[in-house]
């Protein structure tokens, strides 16, 4: 057995200890049938003692001097003695202590029964309580809810009268929105119009604008002022029609006061009428003079304007006169077209 292995040391202590439990538990062999739980106490201290090597392994060092080794073997078997005495002392203390902690049980047992039942008794109170409260909760929510559905009930009343009322007040206000919209909807029209018409009015007065300056720029243009060999040559030709018109015009007046110093000197039969048509003719060679003389002025003009570049532009529609109209006709101040429509 491993209990043999232990220190010879140690031994008188548990004889003396072997000894003392022996004498003073000797008459308790009559309690024997009451000790039959002790059977199992050699169990628990073998478990206790193949448990217990894992605490004292530093205390097997003093096993291995050979001065164990070498005891005789009388000390060997006293030493078996005295163990199993320490053993029937241990199962005698074991058997006490099972039955002090049996009492010990007994008494938690009932301690624990009365705490129960004091428990349980705690608990119907407060189960009773509670329900006492709850009972009382309930007649409270009862007497809130019935409060509450009273007040929701008034809340609703309240608020189908006010929904009643801003549906009023929505179609009166969708009214006299509508009228709003329809008033601004109009006067945007009439400003849309007047804007339009506004716009219309500013473009027929930018287009007269630029027709203005267009005819500005044709009322002063210049079509063949970067042709000044042309306009001497109409100089020319124009300086010699007017001094051959002078000279028609001198023929005219020499020959109509020669007829009317004829008239004066001869004497004609005013029967036959030939007073009355030598009048005539002289009238018309005063009417041709007064032709002559107003191209004469014609001349002059078309002189002038031949000076500052400006001769050969219509006087009806600003536009140039064609270069063979000039040539064919001095002076002239028309084109072809306007002077048709004239």
């Known amino acids: 057995m491993p209990s043999t292995v232990k220190p010879t040391k140690k031994a008188p202590a548990k004889k003396v200890a072997a000894k003392k439990t022996v004498v003073k538990h000797a008459p308790t062999k009559k309690v024997a049938p009451k000790r039959a739980p002790a059977k199992k106490a050699p169990a628990k201290r073998a478990a206790a003692h193949n448990s217990a090597p894992k605490r004292p392994l530093a205390k097997k060092a003093p096993a ?5 080794q070498k005891a005789p073997a009388k000390k060997a078997v006293k030493k078996v003695t005295t163990l199993s005495a ?3 002392s241990a199962a005698a203390k074991k058997a006490v202590a099972l039955r002090a902690k049996a009492a010990a049980a007994l008494k938690l047992q009932k301690e624990r029964e009365a705490k ?3 428990a349980a008794k705690a608990k119907a109170v407060a189960t009773k309580a509670k329900a006492v409260s709850a009972a009382k909760a309930k007649k ?3 007497a809130r809810a019935k409060v509450a559905l009273k007040e929701r009930e008034v809340q609703r009343k309240a608020r189908e009268k006010a929904a009643i009322e801003a549906k009023k007040q929505r179609e009166i206000d969708a009214k006299r929105k509508a009228i709003e919209n329809e008033k601004l909807r109009k006067l945007r029209e009439i ?3 007047n804007q339009d018409e506004l716009k219309r009015q500013e473009r027929r007065d930018a287009e007269e604008r630029k027709r203005q300056e267009a005819l500005e720029r044709k009322m002063h243009s210049k079509p063949y002022g970067d042709d000044p060999e042309f306009l001497e040559e109409l100089r020319v030709l124009l ?3 007017r001094a051959a018109t002078n000279v028609d015009i001198a023929i005219m007046d020499s020959e109509a006061d020669e007829m009317l110093v004829d008239r004066e000197r001869l004497e004609y039969d005013d029967e036959d009428g030939s007073s009355v048509a030598s009048d005539i003719q002289r009238d018309q060679k005063k009417d041709l003079a007064s032709v002559l003389r107003l191209k004469v002025d014609e001349i002059d003009v078309a ?5 500052d570049g400006s001769y050969g532009r219509c006087d009806e529609c600003y ?3 064609s270069k063979a109209r000039l040539l064919a006709q001095l002076p002239v101040f028309m084109c072809v077209s306007c002077r048709a429509s004239v």
Not at 64 to 68: G, H, L, R
Not at 303 to 307: E, G
Request: charged content about 45%; glycine content about 0%; aromatic content about 0%.
């Open 140 to 142: 409270e929510r009862d």
């Open 116 to 118: 129960s039942k004091a």
């Open 86 to 88: 320490a053993q029937k």
């Open 191 to 193: 400003e849309k119009r």
């Open 319 to 321: 536009e140039p006169i």
């Open 239 to 241: 300086l010699e029609t």
């Open 64 to 68: 291995k001097k050979p001065t164990a």
């Open 303 to 307: 002189l002038s304007r031949i000076a």
